[in-house]
């Protein structure tokens, strides 16, 4: 799979961040790209041909795989990765939108294009949000797929066309594991960088605009 687009995304982002902003692109890029693309691609490649049963009934071994793990890890890791850093596009598009506006009235009307304020705010503000949640439904989706956070090193599995209960094997489960918990504590991490700018963001918005009001009023 190339990276290429998300790579290119996350540094046109990173021009128009906040410091935490700058953060959350990094902590993205090195430790889940990254990760990823080097480590643990490799470890999931193979998990079907490596998932083993202890019976050779025809189509058990697929129907037992599919049971268990529904959706492959390391898919919906790919998913998720996408999924997150799509509504930076948001901010991308408008910063264009902006530039394209100058170009075509031939003027000066923002101080510059890149600035978070007024309408970019919002929508600076709305793909934090929109970011936020859907780090935390992949979460959720993640615990709901495999019963927990865990790669058991066996399971069993009665479903038809077994013919009784059998027991299957998944390959290098410690390892998976592993991967699995740093995947989480990754999401768990840009959650945090993602209510910390919000927050920060929201805090600065409102001073501002306090300090608008006051001084107007006492001039």
């Given at each position: 799979m190339s990276w290429r687009f998300l790579c290119d995304l996350l540094s046109g982002v990173n021009k128009y961040s906040t410091r935490i902003g700058r953060i959350w692109v990094a902590v993205v890029f090195m430790f889940r790209l990254m990760v990823y693309a080097v480590a643990a691609e490799s470890i999931w490649k193979y998990e079907h041909d490596e998932f083993e049963c202890n019976i050779k009934q025809p189509g058990c071994e697929n129907v037992c795989f599919d049971h268990f793990f529904p959706v492959s890890h390391i898919s919906l890791w790919a998913?998720?990765?996408?999924?997150?850093?799509?509504?930076?596009?948001?901010?991308?598009?408008?910063?264009?939108?902006?530039?394209?506006?100058?170009?075509?009235?031939?003027?000066?009307?923002?101080?510059?294009?890149?600035?978070?304020?007024?309408g970019l705010l919002c929508t600076y503000l709305t793909s934090l949000i929109l970011k936020t949640g859907l780090e935390i439904v992949f979460l959720v989706l993640f615990y709901k797929l495999y019963n927990g956070f865990k790669v058991p090193r066996l399971v069993k599995c009665d479903i038809r066309p077994c013919p009784s209960t059998v027991d299957c094997y998944i390959s290098k489960p410690t390892e998976k594991m592993i991967f699995l918990y740093f995947l989480v504590a990754t999401s768990c991490l840009c959650i945090v960088l993602n209510l910390s700018e919000l927050s920060y963001l929201i805090f600065k918005y409102s001073i501002k605009c306090y300090l608008k009001r006051y001084i107007k009023k006492c001039q």
């Open positions: 998913l998720q990765l996408i999924m997150v850093s799509a509504p930076s596009l948001l901010v991308v598009f408008h910063v264009a939108y902006r530039e394209n506006r100058e170009k075509r009235h031939n003027q000066k009307l923002y101080r510059s294009p890149g600035e978070l304020d007024g």
